[in-house]
């Protein structure tokens, strides 16, 4: 076992882990208690383990937790008071961007990094960007539209701003 | 949890990096940004017994620019390539793939030196390095040394790399100001790693010319009659693919590839949109 230390939602937790204890394990145990990670594939091509590293989007099940000592650690428990991620949130409502949900944590996290770094997307550009999330139920229309109506409404609020 | 139990290493410099993996035989690999290696563990494919994390070691985070080219340390990940935080010395070649790889997930935490030392011969960075004539800087026990691209790259996961080596470091020599380049991709969902890829650079301020060949089963393949074929050419024709298509079936002739197979026409297909992507930028 080893001992770490990281920042999880903006608090401290120092946990022991064995080596081989994936991040998105680590943050699922009860000690941590983030469920909104969702384990699907396990070796890191459905996404729908999707957190941030360092404020950066990462795949958990790929991550090592122990690789993580010292690392700012957010999931989608963190984001509650992050106004894009309740943009996003409401969009895949109104869309119907979700069925059975298995996928949605994981595609609100990076749908979130996706609006953030570039609102101004095509369609296929958005598609391509999402591609790292699998939608199991097939409902890629709802969430594409729900990701392209919040990256609208940034465009337009951005290009009014300038 | 999936992998089976291994011993874990993080150390503070290169150099003890390489004593944590020379203790043992075989069956210590060294963990960059993972994102291969781990799913491999998941995955239970081979027998690791210790992991030497280098992903925190500065020294191989590192990058210097000089007038003739760049140094990469090993751990620059693609996301930084991407998002130009670091120079490009291919005119925009290395931000350009560098976008393409997997996910945005998987290029925030992938490193350039962990994708070349895997050598998984469909990934993307082998044949552009190899195209851009890069060398790389490998520490082993006996201390640094270089290896020219070219015979760097063995095989499907095979590479100069000894048990108990790490790359360091990727040069990458700068293109000249009217270099040309093209690279393409044939995969089937986009992210995923792909059938096969084709990397050309035209350097004529160099007098160099370089196509490579990337496939899911064999080593990258340096397409030298294509290559020349291509020194000096101005724009795409008719007349040009034609002379190209004899080049690339002599190429994989000499090489041994199989001439009739489904794998043929890709082969010839992704060489032939990259030698056209680079002529019509």
Redo the contacts between chains.
């Keep these: 076992m080893m001992k770490i230390s990281l920042t999880l939602n903006g608090k401290p937790v120092t946990v022991d882990v064995e080596p081989r204890t994936s991040l998105a394990d680590l943050l699922r145990s009860p000690g941590c208690g983030c469920t909104s990670i969702h384990l699907g594939c396990e070796h890191g091509v459905c996404g729908a383990c999707t957190i941030l590293i360092d404020g950066r989007i990462a795949r958990s099940c790929i991550a090592l937790a122990v690789a993580c000592d010292g690392a700012e650690v957010t999931t989608l428990e963190g984001l509650g008071e992050d106004e894009l991620t309740t943009q996003l949130k409401d969009a895949f409502h109104c869309n119907h961007g979700l069925q059975c949900g298995f996928c949605t944590p994981g595609m609100l996290i990076s749908a979130r990094e996706v609006v953030a770094r570039n609102p101004q997307l095509s369609e296929e550009e958005l598609r391509t960007a999402m591609s790292g999330n699998i939608c199991r139920c097939t409902g890629y229309t709802g969430i594409v539209a729900a990701v392209s109506a919040v990256a609208a409404s940034r465009a337009s609020s951005c290009t009014s701003e300038s | 949890?999936?992998?089976?139990?291994?011993?874990?290493v993080?150390p503070r410099d290169l150099g003890e990096a390489v004593a944590a993996l020379s203790e043992f035989e075989w069956g210590a690999r060294v963990?960059a940004g993972?994102?291969s290696l781990?799913?491999m563990?998941?995955?239970r494919l081979s027998p690791v017994l210790r992991?030497v994390?280098i992903?925190g070691l500065e020294e191989l985070r590192g990058v210097e620019e000089d007038p003739e080219g760049v140094t990469f340390g090993a751990c620059v990940r693609h996301?930084e390539f991407e998002d130009g935080q670091v120079p490009d010395p291919a005119r925009g070649m290395m931000h350009h793939v560098a976008g393409r790889i997997?996910?945005?997930?998987?290029r925030?935490?992938g490193t350039i030196g962990g994708s070349l030392s895997l050598a998984d011969p469909s990934a993307d960075w082998i044949t552009v390095v190899m195209a851009l004539g890069a060398s790389f800087v490998i520490r082993g026990a006996a201390g640094e040394r270089r290896v020219a691209g070219s015979d760097m790259f063995l095989g499907p996961y095979s590479t100069a790399l000894g048990e108990h080596d790490i790359l360091a470091a990727i040069r990458v020599p700068k293109l000249g100001r009217s270099a040309r380049w093209g690279y393409y991709k044939i995969i089937r969902?986009?992210?995923e790693y792909p059938m096969t890829t084709a990397s050309v650079v035209l350097d004529p301020d160099r007098g160099r010319s370089s196509v490579v060949l990337g496939t899911v089963n064999r080593g990258p393949l340096e397409m030298a009659r294509m290559a020349a074929g291509m020194q000096g050419a101005g724009t795409w024709s008719a007349q040009l693919e034609g002379n190209l298509r004899e080049a690339i079936r002599l190429d994989l002739e000499t090489a041994g590839r199989d001439q009739d197979s489904c794998e043929m026409k890709l082969c010839e297909t992704t060489l032939l949109r990259a030698a056209q992507s680079a002529l019509v930028q």
Aim: aromatic share 10%; proline share 10%; charged share 25%.
């Design positions: 949890m999936k992998p089976a139990p291994f011993d874990y993080r963990l993972g994102q781990v799913p563990l998941n995955l992991l994390d992903s996301g997997a996910y945005r997930a998987v925030n935490r969902k986009a992210g």
